[in-house]
């Protein structure tokens, strides 16, 4: 169409609802985040803005999706750390992190808790170090898949203890916090949005975050540095993407819209009784997204390389 057909698509934009693709099952921790995040813009927008899950392939498959989507503004990302580890992941990754999306704005970022079933045996982190290393692949660890945090965080700590879990992964960590709390899977290592709530009900064990700084919402739990695991520092970040090639004035209207989600005073409360905060408006932006995922691709490149990780 023509240049005024589109701008005038953008000024009207959108006329339809907006769907946003998590890449993980619902219930877990992305899919809590978008959820508040989606009920906030919708109202911004004046458009319902629908929350899909498309779970899988550690939210390979989910991204990729929407890589493929049309770029009229109507199918987004909301995808996590996982976006910048999954090229070191993967031999062949059916989207590029960097050139077949749009940025439209960083959203939050999450502290980790190393987590088990109630009954797990050891006691505290300094037990539980012990116990991986002696237990090792007697300890079943659950995960979403390659390209997960959860994932990273699990290879990060078997890299650090210099032993193996054995990993099962589901299509999010929703599912398997139902399966922590079943008793049927040993461990996992999560982002607070998911385990807040089970650790405060005393339904899930925790043993440690995984941020350099104990957290305020579960000031008890030590870091992992405490526990020997020396500098560990992983936090999830998120961020929203449209597909490449969408109009820009459309980007804007979805930057200044997610701007107002995360100022919206329940999403902030929201996201303080989960452990998380929403980022400041100036890293809601794409310039700061595109940086960040520039940055990440890059840093855990190395790392992942250094823990002796081959792509699959
Ligand atoms: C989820 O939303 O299920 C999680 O973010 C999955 C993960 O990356 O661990």
Known sequence: STVLGTAVMAQEYPTQPVTIVVPFAAGGPTDTVTRLVAAAMSEDLGQQVVVQNVGGAGGTLGAGQVAAAPNDGYTLLLHHIGMSTAPSLYASLPFDPLTDFATIGLVTEVPMTVVA???????????????IKENG?????????????SQLCGLLIMDALETKMTEVPYQ??????TDLLGGQIDM??????????????GEIKAYAVTTPERI???PDLPTLSEGGLENFNLAIWHGLYAPA???PAIIERLTASLQKALADENVGNSFAELGTYPVAADQATPTALT???EGQIALWSEVIAAA????Q
């Open 188 to 201: 996992m290592c999560d982002q607070t949005t998911n385990t807040t709530n089970q650790i405060q009900a």
């Open 245 to 247: 090639g969408t109009d």
């Open 137 to 149: 692949e007697n300890i079943t660890y659950a995960n979403a898949g390659i390209g997960a945090a």
């Open 308 to 311: 002796g990780v081959a792509a």
């Open 216 to 218: 305020a919402v579960l």
């Open 291 to 293: 940086e960040k995922l």
């Open 172 to 177: 999010g960590t929703g599912p398997a916090m």
């Open 117 to 131: 079933r109630k009954d797990f045996e050891p006691a505290t982190l300094e037990d539980l170090v012990a116990y």
